[in-house]
C-alpha cells in the first residue's frame, strides 16, 4: 500500500498558528489523501493532543523523548543505535544523502527496520531505476521512505517515480515548503497515472493553500502547479479556441477536481472567439462580427499601452463604448 507522509507541520515551529488551525490544516492533509502527518514537538504542544483522525509521526532529537510522547504512531530522528527491537520498530532513521555516490554509505544502515533517505536530488541524472535496485541490494531488510529534494527542481517527479517503480513510501510536504516534493503535486500525479485514492477531495485545496499563506505570511505563486489561482486563465487566441472545443487539450484534469474553473482572460493576444465567449459569459447582447472585430482592435489596443490583460470591468466598458460608438455612427 502506498503511504505519503506530510511533513509541513514540523516547519511551523517560528510561525506557530493557534490551536485551532493546526487542527484544521490537519483534517484537510488527511481529506486530500495523506496518510500520516509530521509533527514538530512544538507543534504538538500547541495542539495538546492528537485529533482522532489519522496516524502522526513526530520528530524526536534523541530516542528517549518517545516516553515524554507515547501516543504517536511513528518517529522519525537522525541515526540512533538502538538495542530495543520493541522500540526499533517504531522508529523511522532519517538519513541525508546529497550525493547519488554516497549510496554505498547506507550499507551501515542496514540493521534498521524504517529508513528515511533525504535527498537524492540527483538521482533524476541517473538511470533512475538502476539506482533505486543499488539502494535496495545495499539495503534489503530494510523499509524505505524516500524524501527528495528539490534542489534540482524536480523532487516532485523523483517522488512520484519512486512510486511508479514499485516502492511504497515518500515523505513531501504542502506546495513544497520544506524544499521537498509538493504534496499536492505527488496526490495529484498518482491520481491522474494509476487512480491513487480516486474518490479523495482535492476541491479544499484552495482552503489549504489559503490556511497556508496564513500561517506562513507567504504567498504562493499564481502560476504553481495544482495550487496557483491563474493555472486555469488562458489568453492566447490558438489556447481559448482550443480550451473551448475540448477542455483535454490544454488541461490535464478537471479545474473543478481542485476547486477552481477555466477562465479565459482578454488580452492582447486574444483571438475572436474568446471575445465573443467573453460577451456572452458577460450577459452582453452579441453584436455583428464586424463590430466584434473593432471590439478585438480596441482590446489590443488598450492591453498594449496598460502592459497587461482586461479586468472584466474593464473589459465591459470598452465593449460598450465601442457598441455605443458604433450605434451612433450607424444612426448619424
Not at 532529537?61 to 527491537?85: G, L, N
Not at 474553473?261 to 465573443?276: D, R
Not at 467573453?278 to 463590430?291: A, H, M, W, Y
Amino acid at each position: 500500500m502506498i503511504k505519503i507522509i506530510d511533513n509541513t507541520l514540523s516547519a511551523f515551529d517560528s510561525c506557530l498558528p493557534s490551536k485551532e488551525e493546526l487542527l484544521t490544516f490537519c483534517q484537510l492533509l488527511f481529506t486530500i489523501g495523506v496518510d500520516m502527518i509530521e509533527l514538530s514537538i512544538a507543534a504538538f504542544e500547541k495542539m495538546q493532543q492528537l485529533p482522532d483522525r489519522g496516524k502522526f509521526v513526530l520528530r524526536i532529537e534523541d530516542i528517549s523523548q518517545m516516553e515524554d510522547y507515547p501516543d504517536f504512531f511513528r518517529y522519525v530522528c537522525h541515526r540512533q543505535e538502538i538495542a530495543d527491537k520493541e522500540i526499533a520498530v517504531k522508529v523511522i532513521t532519517e538519513v541525508r544523502i546529497n550525493d547519488i555516490r554516497e549510496i554505498n554509505k547506507l550499507r551501515a544502515l542496514d540493521s534498521c527496520k524504517e529508513l528515511r533517505i533525504v535527498g537524492l536530488d540527483d538521482i533524476i541524472c541517473e538511470d533512475f531505476d538502476v539506482v533505486v535496485k543499488d539502494i535496495f541490494k545495499t539495503l534489503p531488510n530494510c523499509k524505505l521512505n524516500l524524501c527528495p529534494e528539490n534542489s534540482l527542481h524536480c523532487a516532485s517527479a523523483i517522488a512520484v517515480q519512486w512510486i511508479l517503480n514499485g516502492e511504497k513510501e515518500i515523505t513531501s510536504s504542502f506546495a513544497g515548503c520544506k524544499g521537498n516534493a509538493a504534496t499536492e503535486e505527488v496526490l495529484m500525479a498518482l491520481r491522474l497515472s494509476m487512480r491513487h485514492k480516486p474518490t479523495r477531495d482535492l476541491t479544499v485545496l484552495p482552503e489549504i493553500t489559503a490556511l497556508y499563506e496564513k500561517i506562513t505570511g507567504s504567498s504562493v505563486s499564481n502560476k504553481k502547479p495544482i495550487l496557483g489561482k491563474n493555472i486555469f486563465k488562458v489568453e492566447a487566441g490558438v489556447h481559448a479556441d482550443g480550451l473551448i472545443k475540448n477542455p483535454a487539450t490544454y488541461e490535464a484534469f478537471s479545474p473543478c477536481l481542485v476547486g477552481r474553473k477555466s477562465e479565459i482572460i482578454i488580452g492582447k493576444h486574444s483571438g475572436l472567439k474568446a471575445v465573443k465567449l467573453k460577451i456572452e459569459e458577460k450577459g452582453i447582447l452579441l453584436p455583428k462580427d464586424s463590430i466584434i472585430e473593432k471590439i478585438l482592435c480596441e482590446i489590443r489596443k488598450f492591453c498594449t499601452e496598460k502592459r497587461n490583460s482586461l479586468n472584466d470591468s474593464e473589459f465591459i466598458e470598452l465593449v460598450n463604448e465601442v457598441i455605443a460608438y458604433e450605434g451612433k455612427q450607424i444612426y448619424s
